[in-house]
T-cell receptor
Framework: DARVTQTPRHKVTEMGQEVTMRCQPI?????VFWYRQTMMQGLELLAY????????DSGMPKDRFSAEMPDATLATLKIQPSEPRDSAVYFC?????????????FGPGTRLTVT | AQKVTQAQTEISVVEKEDVTLDCVYE???????LFWYKQPPSGELVFLIR??????QNEISGRYSWNFQKSTSSFNFTITASQVVDSAVYFC????????????FGQGTELSVKP
């Protein structure tokens, strides 16, 4: 049963520290998305990639967030420096964009707490 | 602009009752997709169903059914004979064929099924 995996599942860090979240998409999927979930804003898109190329990162605070796909099996989301307002659950999702199958499959999420 | 509205923030029912979760969407695109996701207390987002804008046929899967009506821009979800395991937050989402597949989520409806 293919699944998206994310590490770490939980992260507690102090303000100003660097945080790196990792995602392994489902093998064969060509599109990777990063979403953030908070009580106030709900689920919002941060960035996404198609065939490892960034397509849209307009949802990300550019000064502190960065997203990359070093290879087809790994996507990373980095926050430097982290702030308390970054506390949220960060989800990675993957899918077969552009193939007529637009559904996305989500990982379990990384729950980030910045103190 | 695209928007998804789930007017019901919380619904509470007793087991075996039928319940309908409402979803209204806005889009100017002619080709789009609608989705329902389930988020149980464990926190993961589980894909339930996808409908294409050109296919208004309703769908039934076991106790779940979906009613898609373009005339009212609605995509409602009905659970028949609800069970305690149905307790979760349910999200309706929209994506446009022309925008790379990113999902626009509603705010979610928290369903509580009591024994």
């Amino acid at each position: 049963d293919a699944r998206v995996t994310q590490t770490p599942r939980h992260k507690v860090t102090e303000m100003g520290q660097e945080v790196t979240m990792r995602c392994q998409p489902i093998l064969g999927h060509n599109t990777v998305f990063w979403y953030r979930q908070t009580m106030m804003q709900g689920l919002e898109l941060l960035a996404y990639f198609r065939n490892r190329a960034p397509l849209d990162d307009s949802g990300m605070p550019k000064d502190r967030f960065s997203a990359e796909m070093p290879d087809a099996t790994l996507a990373t989301l980095k926050i430097q420096p982290s702030e308390p307002r970054d506390s949220a659950v960060y989800f990675c999702a993957s899918g077969l964009g552009g193939t007529g199958k637009p559904e996305q499959y989500f990982g379990p999420g990384t729950r980030l707490t910045v103190t | 602009a695209q928007k998804v509205t789930q007017a019901q923030t919380e619904i509470s029912v007793v087991e075996k009752e039928d319940v309908t979760l409402d979803c209204v969407y806005e889009t100017r695109d002619t080709t789009y997709y609608l989705f329902w996701y389930k988020q149980p207390p464990s926190g993961e987002l589980v894909f339930l169903i996808r409908r294409n804008s050109f296919d208004e046929q309703n769908e039934i899967s076991g106790r779940y059914s979906w009613n898609f009506q373009k005339s009212t821009s609605s995509f409602n979800f009905t659970i028949t004979a609800s069970q305690v395991v149905d307790s979760a937050v349910y999200f309706c989402a929209l994506s446009s064929y022309n925008q790379g597949g990113k999902l626009i989520f509603g705010q979610g409806t928290e369903l509580s099924v009591k024994p």
